[in-house]
Nanobody, 126 residues
Framework: QVQLVESGGGLVQAGDSLRISCAAS????????MGWFRQAPGKEREFVAA???????????LYADSVKGRFTISRDNAKNTVYLQMNSLKPEDTAVYYC????????????????WGQGTQVTVSS
């Protein structure tokens, strides 16, 4: 059974940093694109970041404009885990953050996701 399990969410103050993790199980995701989405109360789920690697080992990343320069996505294939380092957090970053796995950066960016995690709450107070 494939599972994506997020962890590391919590309550922080504006300007703080937080790293959330997504541990995958059930199969290796080293050849899959991985990403993060978020959903704030009353809003639709939105793309945050995605990461993929070519067969030659080149890493490609994609970010939403709203988080570019503040958030960094990374992965550890040996641990089957993807991370989202969030710096300079703002109250508008408050949301449930979801991990996702898919066929590539483009599909993930478009919401064509094969697997979803259950989400982890990130709350940024002002």
């Amino acid at each position: 059974q494939v599972q994506l399990v997020e962890s590391g969410g919590g309550l922080v103050q504006a300007g703080d940093s937080l790293r959330i993790s997504c541990a995958a199980s059930g199969r290796s995701f080293s050849n899959s694109a991985m990403g993060w989405f978020r959903q704030a109360p009353g809003k639709e789920r939105e793309f945050v970041a995605a990461i993929n690697e070519s067969d030659e080992g080149t890493t490609y990343v994609l970010y939403a404009d709203s988080v570019k320069g503040r958030f960094t996505i990374s992965r550890d294939n040996a641990k089957n885990t993807v991370y989202l380092q969030m710096n300079s957090l703002k109250p508008e970053d408050t949301a449930v953050y979801y991990c996702a796995a898919g066929q590539g950066l483009g599909p993930i960016r478009s919401g064509r996701v094969d697997y979803w995690g259950q989400g982890t709450q990130v709350t940024v107070s002002s």
